[in-house]
C-alpha cells in the first residue's frame, strides 16, 4: 500500500500534471498563465480533501474515512489504520484491567491503591465493607482523611511498615483489622486489611482457658500433695509403698510446676499494656538472682554475677525477673555439676544488655530458632529429669516482647551456651 504513495511516484505525477499544463500553455502561448492556473488547481483540490479530513477527524462520527483520491487516499487510509489499531488496543488494555480488578475482587482482603499523596486511586468491595471507603465518591480523597483513627494516622506517620497495625474496624468496633501497607512502582502504595476478629477472638478464648484449666488444677494438686506427704510418713516404709509414693509425690510436684509455669506465662502474655515509666530497682533484683542462682547450684557449680548497677531499666520487675530467673535454672540445669555460669549486666552501645553464660551441654543449630515454642525440648529426658516445663523459655520471649526485646541465643554442642537480651536505649536510665 505504501508504495503507491511514495515520494517518487507522488514527484512523477506532480511533473505529469505541471506538463500537461505546460504543453496546453505552449500550444495557446500562455506558459505561464497555465502553469499558474494548474497551481490553483492542485491547490484548490488539496484544500478540498484537507478540509473533509478536518470534517471527519473532528465532526463526522463515522468510523470509515471519506473516499480520498489520490494522494489522500493512502493518507486516509493511513490513518484509519492506526485508529482501528488503537480501537483494538485500547479493547485489549480494557479487558486485561477488567481482569486485573475482577482479581482484586476476589481477594479475601480489603485493597485500596493509594499514590504517593496517600490519595485513594482505587479500592475493592471489602475495602468498602470493612474501612467504610465509598467508591467512586471517595476517588482521590486522602486515606487519612476517611481513618482517622490516630493509631492509623501514626503509622502512616512513622513510615515503617515492616510490622501490621491491628486496628478496630472504622465501621465496627467488633471488628479487629490488621493492616499493612506495600510500597510499590512508583512511590504507591497498597494498602491491604484483613479481618482478624475470629483469630483473635479464638486466641483469647485458647488462653483463658488455659489460664483457667490451670488455676483449677491447683486446688486437686495441693490435696493430692498433701495427702501423699502425710502417707509418706504414717505408711509402713516397706520398698514398694516408697518407691511409688515417692515416684507419685515426684510426678505431682512436676504437674505443680507446669501449672505454676502455665499461670505465670498466661499472666505475662495477658499483660500487654505494663507500665513502662515503671524504673526496676536492679540492684535488689540483682541481689535476689544471685541469692536463687546460688540455692539452685547447691554449692556444685560456680555461678558468678558481673553486674553494673548503675543501669536501670524501665518495666514490669516481675515480668523481667521472670526471664532472667529462667534464664539462670535453665544454665544450670544444662550444665554438669562441675561447671560454671557467669551472669552479666552491663551498657551496650544499643542499650543495656542482660547474659547468662554457660559450660553447658550446649545446643545444636537446629533447635536453636524453636527453643521459645511452648513445650519445645532438646531432649525430653533431660528437660524431664531436671524438672523442665518446656515453658521457661516461653516465658522469656514474651516477657521480653514487652520491653521491645528479643532473646539472643549462641550455643555450640558440648561447649556451652550464651543466652542474652538488649533493653533498648530508650528504656534505661543511668544513674550517674
Ligand atoms: P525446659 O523447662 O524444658 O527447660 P525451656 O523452655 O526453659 O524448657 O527450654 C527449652 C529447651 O531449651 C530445653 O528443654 C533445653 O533443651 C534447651 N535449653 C534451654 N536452656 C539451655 C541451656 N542453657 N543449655 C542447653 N540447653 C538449653
Known sequence: MYESYSGYRLLTRLIVYFLIFGVIGIIFQEVILLLFIGAIGILVWNYR???RLNYWLWVDRRLTPPQGSGTWEGVFNGIYRLQGKNRRRIG??????ARFRQGAEALPDA?????SELSI???????????GLVWPQDNGQRIDNLIRHPDFIAYLRKANFGDPLELASPVSEQRLLEIRLISYGD?????????????????GMRKEFVANVSHELKTPLTVIQGYLEMMQETMPADDFNQRSLSLMSQQSERMKSMVEQLLVLSKIEDATEIDLQNTVNIKALLTSLEE???????GEYT???DSDLDVEPHGNELQLRSACINLISNAIRYTEPGGSVHVSWKKVPTGAEFSVTDTGLGIEP????????????????????TGGTGLGLSIVKHALSHHHSELKVESERGKGSRFSFVIPQHLIELKH
Not at 486511586?121 to 474501612?131: G, I, P, V, Y
Open 92 to 97: 485489549q488494555l480494557a479487558a486485561l484491567l
Open 121 to 131: 486511586l482505587w479500592c475493592n468491595k471489602l475495602a468498602q465493607l470493612n474501612l
Open 292 to 298: 536463687e542462682a546460688q540455692a539452685l547450684a547447691r
Open 366 to 385: 537446629q533447635h536453636i530458632a524453636r527453643l521459645t515454642e511452648r513445650f519445645y525440648r532438646v531432649d525430653d529426658a533431660r528437660s524431664r529429669q
Open 303 to 305: 555461678v558468678t554475677f
Open 49 to 51: 480533501q484537507l478540509s
Open 111 to 115: 485493597a485500596v491503591v493509594l499514590d
Open 187 to 203: 512511590r504507591q502504595l497498597l494498602l491491604i486489611a484483613r479481618d482478624i476478629t475470629r483469630i483473635r477472638n479464638l486466641e
